[in-house]
């Protein structure tokens, strides 16, 4: 198999240490043995070691997103390199030709290539790709991997995809055999059989668009307008995106299912005034509120890893002043990591807060998340030239788009045996 430069030169040094090493003690000969295996592997396969790395860290980074999908990709270090280098020639060119030039190379259409989507511009390379899913998590917490089930296509088409589930809230075997008998020829007892259930996710796009001076193309690293665009466009996405997932009442209003409108309603209100003693003030949270909180979620929910409560930033700070009848703090506030009962606390900004505007009563959400599937297009990205009110400013309109729909994956069908759950705040 033809080698790498990078992995001739790798090769060429590991052969002149392992020879050294050979006429060693019998501590060295082993090392020589094991430099042996690593110059075969270089052989074989034709790559250096970092080039190794690489190539694993782009498999596993692509078997990551493509989870919940099973399909596999041909992505290699040479096509993420020249993907890249391709959409960073059309990012900051300013002649239109070069779109032209782009939409006939051999890349276009490829997995790992230049992947033009119609009107809606270049889909965003690896790199690009992975900043700007990065500024997504911090801007809404609901769009981080590691607390949803968060999905990420490969492309910009978005099929619809069902999602099965069952109720398992009162799904338990039945003993049908006992000592030599296997069972097969005793009549079963009646059994409650989990219902089915199935949610369709399809994708509702959302589109930003930034104003871009022509002379920042010229001014500034490809690397640095990588960096500021992932980060415009991911705070500008993770907003309204983020909103929707709180909020959206789904399909028949042409938006994703979110949180409130499909969580079970628990009917509690925390902070009512009703249980406040001692130097507790008027509408203070008590640990009697936040109890019957954590307990109206049932127990298998509760020990998910990925279990966590969502909320306003005003109102974690409720829960933060929280005392106790002698005017104590409620939580610890040293070392809380943002925990209650052991719990993330996730701070999502377009959670209602009490008192907030327009003036509605707050709401704590808790549940596990992994219940909460988001499911999310990778960016494409359109250059505008033909604005006449921006050339004439002397900018471009750099337009981006993201497809996203979401579902509570919950075939209870809004009990109290619900994923997720909510309660009011006052």
């Known amino acids: 198999m033809d080698m790498t430069k990078a992995a001739i030169l790798e090769l060429g040094d590991l052969q002149r240490r392992a020879a050294i090493l050979a006429r060693g003690d019998a501590k060295d000969r082993a090392e020589s043995n094991v430099l ?15 080039e190794m790395g690489g190539e694993y860290a782009i498999a596993k980074t692509d078997a990551l997103s493509r989870s919940l999908r ?8 040479h096509d993420v390199e020249r993907r890249t280098a391709l959409f960073n020639k059309w990012l900051t060119s300013k002649d239109k030709s070069v779109e032209a030039e782009l939409r006939a190379t051999d890349m276009l259409g490829r997995p790992t290539g230049v992947s033009y989507v119609g009107g809606s511009g270049y889909l965003v390379p ?19 991997a590691d607390n949803v089930t968060l999905e990420v296509t490969d492309g910009y088409s978005f099929a619809g995809e069902q999602i099965p589930s069952w109720d398992l809230s009162s799904f338990s075997a039945v003993r049908v055999g006992a000592g030599a008998s296997d069972g097969e020829a005793i009549q079963q007892t009646a059994q409650t059989v989990p219902t089915t259930a ?41 907003r309204g995106v983020g909103v929707d997932l709180v909020l959206g009442t789904g399909g028949s209003m042409m938006q994703p299912s979110g949180l409130l409108p499909f969580a079970y309603n628990t009917g509690l209100t925390i902070g009512t ?5 001692g130097n507790q003030p008027s ?18 929910w509760r020990a998910s890893p990925r279990c966590a409560f ?8 409720q829960i933060r002043l929280a005392t106790d009848n002698f005017g104590r703090p409620l939580l610890n506030v040293t070392d809380d990591g943002e925990r209650l009962f052991g719990k993330k606390v996730l701070v999502a900004p377009s959670v209602p807060y009490a008192n907030g505007s327009p003036i509605v009563q707050g709401k704590i959400i808790f549940g596990d998340l992994s219940r909460f599937v988001v499911r999310c297009t990778t960016l494409a990205i359109q250059k505008s030239m033909e604005n006449v009110s921006a050339i004439e400013k002397g900018e471009y309109d750099m337009i981006g788009r993201l497809r996203c729909d979401a579902a509570i994956i919950d075939p209870t069908g809004g009990t109290a045996n619900s994923p997720i759950v909510f309660a009011s705040t006052n």
């Open 198 to 238: 199935a949610n369709t996710l399809s994708g509702y796009v959302y589109k930003c668009t930034l104003s871009v001076a022509m002379e920042l193309f010229d001014d500034v690293s490809e690397a640095y307008l990588n960096d500021k665009l992932s980060t415009a466009f991911s705070i500008g996405m993770g």
């Open 126 to 144: 690896p790199a690009f790709s992975s900043l700007f899913f990065a500024g997504l998590a911090q801007v809404d917490p609901l769009l981080d």
């Open 283 to 300: 509408g203070n949270f008590t640990a009697q509120d936040l109890t019957r909180l954590y307990f109206s979620l049932n127990r298998a």
């Open 70 to 77: 099973g399909r596999a990709t041909n992505y290699t270090q």
């Open 310 to 317: 969502v909320c306003a930033d005003e109102t974690y700070q």
């Open 273 to 277: 005034g009703s249980e406040q003693a």
């Open 36 to 50: 042996q295996a690593q110059m075969k592997n270089i052989r074989e396969l034709g790559l250096s070691s970092l």
